[in-house]
Structure formats: structure tokens, C-alpha cells
């Protein structure tokens, strides 16, 4: 049975956090750099809104501001973070392994499972500002060996097709869990199918530029929608559009169920 | 009182509390019930409030169980 949301760009919660004060050991950059970050699910602070889409746990779209802004060093767990780099440069410093030091640009990549525990750093040391889509998933199990593994979308030769990024495609960046991320870039207006593995996986749409009308839903620059319980997915897409696609198992949430029953949000097309 | 024992994920961090494991070094003795988690606990790692942990199905990878006992 089909199921959807609509998340408008403005619709999702903001943070302003910024390097001194009491974010001061969590922000780098003092003095004069923030973090700008606009969550679709519920994250830190922001509480009021849905607590994720299957594994899905934290999409959000962040921006570096200042010289030498970014995260401190800091401990992580059994989550799955991703990196999709939008513009400027992320240098992320990652005890993963023997431990990199990794500098990704506009369509670098990188997939971090923190297992059984690894520590990141992650710095905007250009004088540009940093955008990138940090994306957090559930394990398959806990307490995996920790993996990094790091990748480039080249927008130049990928564009006009929905090309996978993290999954089981051809080479895709490896996770362990049930879950692809794709991307489409546009140069000329266009057709798409998306057909997810089955029905019952659900498909979160973001669209990080232009825009995009999918299963009759017109979506304007970071607005998103969230799917499940169809074929697929079809979408127009003008010129200049960037779009991603997180496709998900749909995990039985009670956390995302009572939220859905609370807001009246469990809706059927 | 025989309910299985649950593992509760920190939705700031990742880090896991397994009611089995208990957390010996931060004072929980295995065994804990999440219940009996003072209300105003907070991730060792982290700072984020109890809260703000998600109940979760999973099972450890191979040798896992034995690190998240003395985390
Ligand atoms: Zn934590």
C-alpha cells in the first residue's frame, strides 16, 4: 500500500551552531565559524519532527562556514555516516583502520562505519564554505570492524542517468545494511524511472539542486519526499537538477510509528 | 521479570547500552533494565540525553560482544 511525505526545504529544522560558547569543544573555527544545518529527521536539538525513514536516522544538509570551521575530533558507534560533498572541500581526518586523512570535493564521497568505535574529525580548511548531505544509518549488527571507504561522482561523465553510489551496483561503496543511495545530475531536461528492489522499500528523494516532479509531486531546490509500497518511481526532472535517492529497507520503527500516529501523518496516496 | 534483555542505541552518537553488559565502567551493573537508568543519564560519549536512545533488534558482529563489555 502506498505511503508518502512531502519535506519542503523550509519545512526541516535549523541550527545555527557556532564555534564558541557551549558548542565550542564540538564546533572548530573560533573565532567567527558556525555550522549551518538543515535536519529532515530529528537530530540533536531539533526534536520535533520525524525520527528518520527505515534506517535512515540523520539526512542533513550542512554547511561549514568560515575558515577552519568543522567538527572536533569525536567518538562514534555501530552508525553508518556518509558524506556527499556539494561544494567546497571537507578534509576528514578518521581513525577507521590505521587511521586517513582524507580531502573530498565537489562530488567526493565517503561511507564510515563506526563499529565497534572510531573517532573523525571533520574541517572546512579552504577559504570557500563547505555544503555536503551527511547521512546516518542503522547497522546491520553492532559492533562491526570500523571501515572507511571513499569515492568521486564524476558529474561530468554521469549525467542524464540515475547512477548508484552506495550499495551493490557495480562500483558502488559497500554497506552493511539493506540500503542504496543513487544520484541523478541533469544537463537537459528528462524522463527517469527509479525502481527500487522491491514494493516494500522505501525511497527518500532530496533534491539538492533545481528540481523534480516524481509520482506527480512537483519538489523545488532541498525539498524532499518519502515513499514506499510502490513499483516505482517516476520523475521529470529540468535542466541543471542534482537528486538523490536513499532507498531503504523499511524497518518496523516504534519510534517512526507512533510519530506517524501522533501527527496524522501516516497518509495514503 | 524474565523479559529479554534489550540494547538501546544513542541516536547522537551510535554508542550502545546493552542491558545484559551493563556499563561496570560508568557504574551500571550488568543486568541493568533500561528502566532503572537514572532519568537524567547521559551518553558517556556524547552527552545526549537517555531520551534520545532508540530500543534496537540487532545482534553483534562476530567478536563484538566482547567490546562492548569493557566500553
Ligand atoms: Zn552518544
Keep these: 500500500m502506498p505511503k508518502s511525505f512531502v519535506l519542503r526545504a523550509n519545512e526541516r529544522g535549523h541550527d ?7 558548542a565550542s569543544s564540538y564546533v ?15 537530530f540533536h536539538q531539533y526534536q520535533s519532527g520525524r525520527p528518520g525513514f527505515g534506517t535512515v536516522r540523520v539526512f542533513g544538509d550542512e554547511v561549514f562556514n568560515g575558515a577552519g570551521c568543522g567538527y572536533n575530533m569525536h567518538p562514534h558507534h555501530n552508525f553508518i555516516i556518509c558524506a ?10 578518521n581513525t577507521a583502520g590505521r587511521g586517513t586523512v582524507d580531502q573530498l570535493r565537489q562530488g567526493d564521497y565517503y561511507v564510515f562505519s563506526a563499529g565497534s568505535g572510531g573517532k573523525h574529525c571533520e574541517l572546512s ?36 542517468r540515475i547512477a548508484q553510489l552506495v550499495g551493490d551496483a557495480d562500483g558502488a561503496l559497500p554497506v552493511s545494511q539493506d540500503l542504496r543511495v543513487s544520484r541523478l545530475v541533469t544537463d537537459r531536461a528528462g524522463r527517469f524511472t527509479y525502481t527500487p528492489r522491491t514494493p516494500e522499500h522505501g525511497v527518500y528523494v532530496f533534491v539538492a539542486e533545481g528540481g523534480a516532479t516524481v509520482n506527480d509531486v ?32 523499511m524497518l518496523d520503527d516504534a519510534r517512526i510509528r507512533a510519530w506517524e500516529k501522533a501527527h496524522g501523518a501516516d497518509l495514503l496516496d | 521479570m ?10 547522537g552518537c551510535g554508542f550502545s547500552y546493552d542491558e545484559s553488559l551493563g556499563l561496570p565502567e560508568h557504574g551500571l551493573a550488568p543486568g541493568t533494565r533500561w528502566a532503572d537508568v ?7 560519549d556524547c552527552g545526549t540525553p537517555k531520551s534520545q536512545f532508540e530500543m534496537v533488534e540487532m545482534g553483534y558482529a562476530e567478536g563484538g560482544a566482547d567490546l562492548a563489555r569493557i566500553a
Design chain 1, 218 to 249: 512537483a519538489l523545488a531546490r532541498r525539498d524532499s519526499l518519502g515513499i514506499s509500497g510502490v513499483e516505482a518511481l517516476a520523475i521529470e526532472a529540468p535542466d541543471s537538477s542534482d537528486i538523490f535517492f536513499v532507498e531503504t529497507a
Design chain 1, 84 to 93: 556527499f560533498v556539494l561544494e567546497g572541500e571537507l578534509t576528514h581526518i
Design chain 2, 38 to 44: 537514572p532519568d537524567d543519564w547521559v551518553c558517556p
Design chain 1, 125 to 160: 580548511i579552504s577559504p570557500e564554505n563547505m555544503n555536503a548531505i551527511y547521512l546516518w544509518l542503522m547497522p546491520g549488527q553492532l559492533y562491526l570492524p570500523p571501515s572507511y571507504h571513499r569515492a568521486h561522482f564524476d558529474i561530468r561523465t554521469r549525467r542524464n
Design chain 1, 16 to 22: 545555527v551552531i557556532y564555534s564558541d560558547g557551549s
Design chain 2, 2 to 11: 524474565n523479559a529479554p534483555l534489550k540494547r538501546w542505541l544513542c541516536l
Design chain 1, 28 to 42: 572548530a573555527g573560533h573565532p567567527g565559524s558556525y555550522i549551518a544545518r538543515d535536519s529532515s529527521f530529528n
